[in-house]
């Protein structure tokens, strides 16, 4: 079992930058795929980043609408992954996800945060 646990929320004005990270438990975490969703209100969830495990050599991908402003990136020897978000728009206001699984490009991840709110303001 894992379990995950996002900090870093909070409100930020429109231009600025927030850091989320996502401390995980497990003995192999430097085997998952890792990724971050968000859930605006009203809303389906929504990919917003994914790093492969080792296995994958750490590569990323990204959802369109954040790439050249998110970074996604892992600490193994700490268990963590953290979202860095720069340029922030209003419509990054959401509630934000992360996500671990052991396959390497799994259709559903197999376990989640809580969610950690991040609301940008104009």
């Known amino acids: 079992q894992v379990q995950l646990v996002e900090s870093g929320g909070g409100s930020v004005q429109a231009g600025g930058s927030l850091r989320l990270s996502c401390a995980a438990s497990?003995?192999?975490?430097?085997?998952?795929?890792m990724g971050w969703f968000r859930q605006a209100p009203g809303k389906e969830r929504e990919f917003v980043a994914a790093?492969?495990?080792?296995?994958?050599?750490?590569?990323?991908n990204y959802a369109d609408s954040v790439k050249g402003r998110f970074t996604i990136s892992r600490d193994n020897a700490k268990n963590i992954v953290n979202l860095q978000m720069n340029n922030v728009k209003p419509e990054d206001t959401a509630l934000y996800y992360c996500?671990?699984?052991?396959?390497?490009?799994?259709?559903?991840?197999?376990?989640w945060g809580q969610g950690t709110q991040v609301t940008v303001s104009s």
């Open positions: 497990g003995r192999f975490f430097s085997t998952y795929r």
């Open positions: 996500a671990a699984d052991e396959r390497p490009y799994p259709m559903q991840y197999r376990y």
């Open positions: 790093i492969s495990g080792s296995g994958g050599g750490g590569l990323t």
